[in-house]
């Protein structure tokens, strides 16, 4: 139990387009999901907590209006990049935690890795 | 200074070997401590989770902390070559408040 998947694994885009990853919990619902991002040779950084039918909560230094996060159902978050620049490349995890276990008990997806030309 | 320090090494071992992976953290309030393994390209998968200090063992992991001097450590047992991958520390000061991650330790197992 505790699946977490991630759509898609990978994605190239062009600079000034828009990516969207979506995070979904397979087999459990999640209230609260979590967005990192890493980059190489660079620990985890929470990016965002998404919330169920509420607004995200972001971290400081990210940008809420170029990472869009809707919530929209206990087993779906979706991270928009808007307008994505170079510097965006980045390998991005989600994570929940299912009812039951410790808000810390993280278990994560796959991630998605994004590459901007 | 980091809230959770942590060696990247790379370490590698012979295959059977015990492997001590450690690391160290400044948050007073840290309570709960996680070890989490991360293959390359994927994403980190929970090992183990202990609460205040002292020591828990799972199969071939052990892990202990001492919250006094704000170290925590990963012993793996007979070391294989699938335990080749990342290890993340981790450490926060309970319920949904942020998981705070070090910056990962990458082992190789050699057969």
């Known amino acids: 139990g505790a699946v977490v998947s991630q759509h898609p694994s990978r994605v190239i885009c062009k600079s000034g387009t828009s990516v969207k990853i979506e995070c979904r919990s397979l087999?459990?619902?999640?209230?609260?999901m979590f967005w990192y991002r890493q980059f190489p040779k660079q620990s985890l950084m929470l990016m965002a907590t998404?919330?169920?039918?509420?607004?995200?909560?972001?971290e400081q230094g990210v940008e809420k209006d170029k990472f869009l996060i809707n919530h929209a159902s206990l087993t779906l978050s979706t991270l928009t990049v808007t307008s994505a620049h170079p510097e965006d490349s980045s390998f991005y995890i989600c994570?929940?935690?299912?009812?039951?276990?410790?808000?810390?008990?993280?278990?994560f997806g796959p991630g998605t890795r994004l590459t901007v030309l | 200074q980091k809230e959770v320090e942590q060696d990247p090494g790379p370490l590698s071992v012979p295959e059977g070997a015990i492997v001590s992976l450690n690391c160290t953290y400044s948050?007073?309030?840290?309570?709960?401590f996680m070890w989490y393994r991360q293959y390359s390209r994927k994403g980190p998968e929970l090992l183990m989770y202990?609460?205040?200090?002292g020591n828990k063992e799972d199969g071939r992991f052990t892990a202990q902390v001492d919250k006094s001097s704000k170290y925590i450590s990963l012993f793996i047992r007979d070391s294989q070559p699938s335990d080749s991958a990342t290890y993340l520390c981790?450490?926060?000061?309970?319920?949904?408040?942020?998981?705070?991650f070090g910056i990962g330790t990458k082992l190789q197992v050699i057969p």
């Open positions: 948050n007073s309030a840290f309570q709960y």
């Open positions: 202990t609460y205040s200090s």
């Open positions: 994570s929940a935690t299912p009812p039951g276990r410790r808000g810390d008990e993280q278990f």
């Open positions: 981790a450490g926060n000061s309970g319920g949904y408040q942020k998981v705070t």
């Open positions: 998404s919330n169920e039918g509420s607004k995200a909560t972001y």
């Open positions: 087999d459990f619902q999640a209230t609260t």
